[in-house]
């Protein structure tokens, strides 16, 4: 297993374990090493979550959607943090654009 995957394994098994500070610092020295790193940005934004940092999360997950524009995933927890801000109409946009994200996918798979 490579030094990264070691890294992201480590970081995965605290964020999974609940130990949410560690999994921020361990996504926050891959990404000093990889800035673009989407599997470290996507994941330390669920560890923001998890802690109610609600501007440090929608500020991943905007650098998440930027790199992989296609994950409904990623503008729901964007949505929920929006929300916890109290920027609703930005929230529901958010929700709006991952439900449509799944629609498509609905029917890209309805057509295979």
Known sequence: ??????????AAAALGEGRLA???QL????LEAEPNNAEAIF??????????RWHQAVALYDRFIAIVPGL??????RAFALTQ??????ALSSHAAAVALIH???VAAANR
Do not use: P
């Open 1 to 10: 297993m490579s030094e990264g995957a070691t890294a992201l394994a480590r």
């Open 22 to 24: 560690e999994a921020d």
């Open 27 to 30: 996504y926050g020295a891959i």
């Open 43 to 52: 994941n330390r934004g669920a560890a923001m979550l998890g802690l109610g």
């Open 72 to 77: 409904a995933d990623a503008s729901f927890n």
């Open 85 to 90: 801000l109290g920027r609703v109409k930005e």
């Open 104 to 106: 498509v996918q609905d």
